[in-house]
Structure formats: C-alpha cells, structure tokens
C-alpha cells in the first residue's frame, strides 16, 4: 500500500512536472534548466545571454536541480525530458529540446546568431569541436564530483599527456583557423567553443598564451557584458560552480 502510495506520488510530482514545463514557457521566450555547474551549461546560456532573445533560467524559474521544490527539481522531470538529461530548453509553445548542440543551434538560428555563409560553417564546426573537447576533457580531467581513477576518469598518467600532448594540437588547429578566417565572432558555436575553452582556462589560465589569435577572441568574448553578467552569476541562470578542476 506504502509503495502504491509512493508510486502514485511519484506520478503526480512527474504529471505536474511535465504540465509545468509546457505551461511555463508559454508567456513568451524560452526557459533554460540545468545543474548549478558549468560543464554543459555555461555554453546554452552564454548563447542565450548573447541572443538578445527574451529567456529565463534557473534562478528565475526557481528550479533547484538538486533538493527543489516538487516539480522544479531534476528528479522530478527526469521522465519526462527526452534524454533523461540536463541542459533543457523548452520553448514558448512548450516544446523540450535536449542535447546541447540542439539548444545551442536552435537559440542561434531563432535568433540569427549562428552565421550565415562560411561563417555558419565555421560555427557549426566550432561546436564539433567544443564536444571534441568537452568528451576528451571529461575522460581525463577530475571534476568535483569525480576524481581521477574513478568511472570513465583515467589516471595521473593521462591526465598529464591530456594537458602536455592530446590538448595542445586541438589549440594549435584552433589557431590556425581563427587567423586564417575572420576570426570566430561572437556566433553560437563560437560561443559554445568559448564556454568550453574558459573552463580549461580556469584550470591553467596561461592555456593561449603562445596562440595569439584565439587568445585575442578568447579575451574578446571574456570582456563583453553579457559574458560578464553570466559569468558572475547575474544573469537568470543565477550562479554556476567550476565543474572541472587541477589534479589534486
Ligand atoms: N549529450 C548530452 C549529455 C547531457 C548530460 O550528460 N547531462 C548530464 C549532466 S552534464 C545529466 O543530465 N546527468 C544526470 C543524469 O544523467 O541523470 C548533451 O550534450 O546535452
């Protein structure tokens, strides 16, 4: 009976959670949620800050990931998302989108910030790149959630040659295409690559000095205002924690 009674909860809070998601929405604009971390979701809500789109985020909605009130945490709409994962957008007319590369595209083109031309190209290309670099960071970086040895983490070992051999030419090819093209603007990919490059940078901040030109974009995208409000904490996403950190 206790089960039952559990099991119908569980449903209610899913129910209400799913009604929430595709009511919310409606007023205009599009909701962004997510962990209180970088990691996934600096990258949709620099795109977001940037678009000069109306959106709301985490701190606006009240959504808490972890220990939020019922149907505004991620347990209680974990069924509903189409991945069973985080980021989510979810649009004025109450649709989820996941994955994010998806958000991150569709914020760009809704708001004309993905580039058209070679310019769009390059952008989709960034955004290859950044979840190159995003895959390749997490499998040898601890985070502050799981240390080195632990799941897919590897060891000591490779969390040296990430940093001294598997890193460095995935920045030298960066170089080379940000001199040789019009730079990466300030498009959706190439701020989707920025969210991810600023977290490295927060583990070795001298990461672009010997690239001039993706270290001049880098501190570009760095000094905007918008960067900054996200950054801080005072956009409507409200503040995220430093996911990956240095060795201990
Ligand atoms: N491919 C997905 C991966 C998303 C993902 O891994 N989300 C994690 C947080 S970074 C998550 O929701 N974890 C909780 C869970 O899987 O239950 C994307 O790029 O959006």
């Known amino acids: 009976m206790h089960k039952l009674t559990c099991a119908a909860a569980g449903f209610a809070a899913g129910a209400i959670a799913a009604y929430v998601l595709c009511k919310r929405a409606k007023g205009g604009g599009f909701e962004l949620r997510y ?23 985490n701190k606006e909605l009240g959504f808490i990931a972890r220990g ?18 985080l980021p989510l957008l979810t649009t004025s007319n109450g649709e989820m989108i996941a994955q994010t ?15 058209s031309g070679l310019d769009y190209a390059v952008s989709q290309m960034l955004i290859a790149e950044a979840e190159d670099l995003y895959a390749m960071t997490n ?12 799941g897919i983490k590897g060891d000591k070992a490779a969390y040296d040659a990430y940093w001294s051999e598997k890193l460095p030419p995935h920045l030298d090819n960066l170089e080379k295409l940000c001199k040789a093209g019009r730079g990466f603007h300030g498009t959706s990919g190439g701020l989707y690559l920025f969210s991810i490059l600023h977290q490295l940078c927060l583990i070795v901040p001298a990461l672009l000095k ?7 974009w ?6 905007d205002p918008r960067t900054a409000k996200v950054l801080s904490g005072e956009s409507s996403m409200g503040a995220f924690k430093q996911y990956f950190i240095e060795e201990p």
């Open 35 to 57: 962990f209180p971390v970088m990691a996934k979701g600096l990258g949709p809500v620099l795109v977001a800050e940037h678009s000069g789109q109306s959106w709301k985020g």
């Open 101 to 115: 590369t998806a958000i991150v595209n569709y914020i760009g083109m809704i708001a004309g910030t993905e580039g």
């Open 68 to 85: 939020g009130p019922p149907g505004k945490n991620f347990a209680d709409i974990k069924d509903t998302l189409p991945f069973g994962q």
């Open 218 to 223: 880098y501190d570009q995208i760095l000094g």
């Open 139 to 150: 499998k040898n970086v601890p985070t502050i959630v799981a240390p080195l040895n632990q």
């Open 210 to 216: 010997s690239r001039p030109a993706l270290a001049a």
